[in-house]
């Protein structure tokens, strides 16, 4: 394949300015090799970043190319790369930990040490280093995972997605059998639910409202509870005999859920945090009731050591993730799209941009 000099992309040049430009295609270093961005899912940090809400520090700099849940293909490769090739199809990761730092050498690299700092190694692609809502981008084969050749790249830019939902219920754990209470069914509930009834839960109660709620009903939700309509802790209850459930994931971030978890789980319950608040929400909560239950609360941080896993049950067909996929746009329609998403146009859940037009799928 021709690797063109030039290649277009979605370029911030400074705070709340977005624009598509024409830029060099980046080379690939050590370690690292060239994409061909097949496809890129919108994801819930990519506004703030794009009007600017974290200036400084998401993106540390302008002009910057944001994106960071990505498909494609490898198109070059850098030097001393091993066990990738040109052809490969794969899936993104976001983050790549320095490699040195206790927390990386534990193999938490999404908790690395050195976050911000690239001259040691760090990278956390469409945060704070370029991304993908490009033609083509450099990534290191630490933040990339293969992927048979029938699934498409729109499944692959759901990987990352996936991945939050799998690790936070890893870290949280799951009761084979048991019921699950899902708080939010945005993108990130919506596999947390499938993922939770593909692991052995038999049966995920979905709390939200709206299209939401009503596409978690279409996706596979055995109970719905309509936040506008019912007291939330009283219907999970209600609908548990009582008992409560036996793990809740809270993936809205909204303010006043984690209360609302802490009195639907049940006694010895867990709760994995899935959603990212905004920084205001201080939350209160019933601390003697925890401790007295002995209900366990963990925090749950991007996706580390997941992607493969994911990959391979979207190829197994243990997870769908297609009918997630609601609006398709090439990224010369990025306002269009970013408007879809934000506003939930259409009862939008995963809207994709394609870097390179429908063809590259």
């Given at each position: 394949m021709k690797i063109p000099e030039k290649m277009k992309a979605l370029v911030l040049p400074s705070p709340g300015v977005f624009e598509i430009r024409d830029v060099e295609v980046p080379r690939p270093g050590p370690l690292e090799v060239l994409c061909r961005i097949g496809a890129v899912a919108i994801c819930g940090s990519d506004p703030e970043i794009i009007h600017g809400g974290q200036a400084g520090y998401w993106p540390p700099y302008y002009p910057f190319i944001p994106g960071h849940e990505w498909a494609g293909e490898v198109v070059a490769l850098g030097e001393n790369v091993q066990g990738f090739h040109v052809g490969d199809r794969v899936a993104g990761e976001a983050w790549k930990g320095c490699g040195h730092c206790a927390e990386c050498k534990a193999g938490r690299y999404n908790l690395c040490r050195n976050y911000a700092c690239p001259e040691t190694g760090m990278r956390h692609y469409g945060f704070q280093n370029q991304g993908a809502y490009a033609q083509y981008n450099a990534y290191s084969i630490k933040s990339i995972h293969t992927m048979p050749s029938h699934v498409s790249f729109h499944e692959g830019s759901l990987v990352d997605t996936a991945g939050v939902s799998l690790h936070g219920i890893e870290?949280?754990?799951?009761?084979a059998g048991g019921t699950v209470a899902v708080i939010g069914p945005g993108p990130i509930g919506l596999t947390a639910m499938r993922l939770a009834k593909a692991m052995g839960a038999s049966r995920v109660i979905a709390v939200g409202r709206r299209a939401r709620l009503q596409a978690a009903?279409?996706?596979?939700?055995?109970?719905?509870?309509?936040?506008?309509?019912?007291?939330?802790?009283?219907?999970?209850?209600?609908l548990t005999d009582n008992n409560g459930a036996d793990e809740v994931f809270e993936a809205s971030g909204a303010e006043g859920t984690l209360r609302q978890a802490i009195r639907m789980v049940k006694p010895g319950g867990r709760i994995g945090l899935l959603g990212v608040p905004n920084e205001k929400v201080m939350e209160k909560i019933p601390f003697k009731y925890v401790c007295r239950n002995e209900i366990v609360i963990m925090g749950v941080k991007?996706?580390?050591?997941?992607?493969?896993?994911?990959?391979?049950?979207?190829?197994?067909?243990?997870?769908?993730?297609?009918?997630?996929?609601?609006?398709t746009f090439p990224l010369e329609r990025f306002a269009e799209a970013l408007d879809t998403f934000e506003n939930r146009r259409d009862g939008a859940v995963k809207?994709?941009?394609?870097?390179?037009?429908?063809?590259s799928q």
């Open positions: 870290l949280t754990g799951l009761t009903g279409r996706l596979g939700a055995d109970e719905l509870v309509d936040i506008e309509k019912q007291d939330p802790v009283e219907a999970v209850r209600s991007a996706n580390p050591n997941v992607g493969g896993k994911i990959v391979s049950m979207i190829a197994s067909g243990k997870l769908n993730v297609r009918d997630l996929i609601t609006h809207v994709i941009v394609e870097p390179n037009g429908e063809h």
